[in-house]
């Protein structure tokens, strides 16, 4: 099944928490919280303006996003748990190709 969401709404997977610490602490299912961060699976086509104007989404398919704990609304789509979230309510894109190039500088 696809789905398409409507306005400025973004449907996103849950990215699952890591499970050990960087110390090698294993860290149970029951203490750890929801993951706030997701991939985005599908956009819809923007918010529109008061005067009717369409204002594209900032964020695109296979982006990876961190939003708010109260934020997205929780459905099963076939089988699988995803967020349906107001693009407002995402707080950032995470970039990973950044995070790499910081530690490529660190280690010259």
Wanted: hydrophobic share 40%; proline share 6%; aromatic share 2%.
């Amino acid at each position: 099944m696809t789905i398409r969401p409507l306005s400025d709404r973004v449907v996103v997977r849950r990215l699952a928490n890591e499970t050990t610490t960087r110390g090698g602490i294993v860290i149970p299912d029951s203490a750890t919280e929801k993951p706030n961060q997701g991939e985005v699976i599908a956009v819809g086509p923007g918010a529109r303006l008061d005067n009717g104007e369409l204002v594209p989404p900032a964020v695109k398919v296979g982006d990876r996003v961190l939003f708010g704990k109260y934020a997205p609304n929780e459905l099963k789509l076939d089988g699988e748990e995803v967020l349906v979230i107001k693009e407002s309510d995402i707080l950032a894109i995470i970039d990973t190709a950044v995070k790499t190039t910081k530690k490529l500088e660190k280690a010259a």
